[in-house]
């Protein structure tokens, strides 16, 4: 997966220091708040993901502006990267959910409209 949407950024937009949580927050799915608590706990027992916060920082691009058109595609790219799997059955089944709808539709309207079908007929 080489989109950019499945890349991991820094969320300078939603960013109170450098924006890493929001960053990892919009790549998990998890709420920033959750885990900006998380991080500052972490950050006071153990101190380590204090350096590691700031490595990040330097390190992970800036989230390009309107890499998601709107909220449903962000929370799409959000399944995608965290179940590609099961983005990838949900997409089959939808598709032959459209396939079977499609084939009821195509075979009531050829069934019950019997100048189409005297046509189809005269074709052959």
Not at 23 to 30: K, N, P, S, V
Not at 33 to 39: A, E, K, Q
Not at 54 to 63: C, M, T, Y
Request: charged residues 25%; positive net charge; aromatic residues 12%.
């Amino acid at each position: 997966m080489n989109s950019p949407r499945t890349t991991l950024y820094r969320d300078k937009h939603n960013a109170k220091l450098m924006g890493v949580c929001a960053g990892i927050a919009d790549y998990t799915g998890i709420n920033v708040f959750w885990f900006r608590i998380g991080m500052v706990i972490l950050a006071i027992t153990m101190g380590w993901p204090i350096l590691a916060y700031f490595v990040a920082g330097l390190l992970l691009n800036k989230k390009p502006p309107y890499l998601y058109r709107d909220e449903s595609e962000q929370k799409y790219w959000q399944s995608v990267r965290q179940s590609p799997k099961r983005t990838a059955r949900e997409i089959r089944a939808s598709f032959r959910d459209i396939d079977r709808r499609l084939a009821a539709v195509e075979a009531h309207y050829v069934s019950s409209n019997p100048r189409l079908t005297a046509e189809i007929e005269r074709l052959r």
